[in-house]
């Protein structure tokens, strides 16, 4: 664990952690997230063959119609669409 005094977002908690990092390579997950097996892989062999530094991984939604926030079963699904949308923006 590494204190960053002061901070209180993500991303500078990560670019503090970065900034120590002497591998080639670093791969960040998020605790909450469950990626597939083979996410690794998949986006290690993309990197290097497109000769890119970064790439991330598609996301989905694994429990979205399940995730009403107070709506019906017919409804918007609220509260996995707000977080969906997080994602997938211009």
């Known amino acids: 664990v590494l204190p960053v005094p002061a901070s209180s977002t993500k991303a500078a908690n990560l670019n503090a952690a970065l900034k120590l990092v002497e591998d080639p390579y670093v791969v960040i997950y998020d605790a909450d997230h469950h990626p597939d097996p083979e996410s690794l892989l998949r986006l290690f062999e993309k990197m290097t063959q497109e000769g890119q530094d970064c790439v991330q991984g598609s996301y989905y939604m ?21 977080i969906d949308a997080e994602f997938f923006t211009d």
């Open 62 to 82: 694994r429990n979205l119609s399940g995730n009403q926030f107070g709506c019906s079963p017919w409804a918007f699904p609220c509260l996995a669409r707000i």
